[in-house]
């Protein structure tokens, strides 16, 4: 059974950075995507970042130029480093797998629990 395990989240000012950690353990097969969701408060799950072994995507409309994927294979792990945060970035951030590179949550097979990050302004 794979599991993710998130870390990273918190709480931050306005401006400020976090960077989150999704390890995946048992996935060992670097052709399978991570990707970030995140949902806030009364909204629904939106798509964040994916990267798969050769490309990346992020979610222009919301978080280009300000988060960055990226994942070391050699410890199955993949980072979301958010920087110059926004209250509006406050929600739960989920790291998930897929076996594609994909935006789309159906897509994904296997979720974490969940991180949250909240931003004060």
């Known amino acids: 059974q794979v599991q993710l395990v998130e870390s990273g989240g918190g709480f931050v000012q306005a401006g400020g950075s976090l960077r989150l950690s999704c390890a995946a353990p048992?996935?060992?097969?670097?052709?399978?995507?991570m990707g970030w969701f995140r949902q806030a408060p009364g909204k629904e799950r939106e798509f964040v970042a994916v990267?798969?072994?050769?490309?990346?995507?992020t979610n222009s409309a919301s978080v280009e130029g300000r988060f960055t994927i990226a994942r070391d294979n050699a410890k199955n792990t993949v980072h979301l480093q958010l920087n110059s945060l926004k209250p509006e970035d406050t929600a739960v951030y989920f790291c998930?797998?897929?076996?594609?590179?994909?935006?789309?949550?159906?897509?994904?097979?296997?979720w974490g629990q969940g991180t949250q990050v909240t931003v004060s302004s």
């Open positions: 998930a797998a897929s076996r594609k590179l994909s935006t789309s949550m159906s897509d994904f097979y296997v």
């Open positions: 048992g996935l060992t097969d670097g052709t399978y995507s």
């Open positions: 990267i798969g072994p050769t490309d990346s995507l």
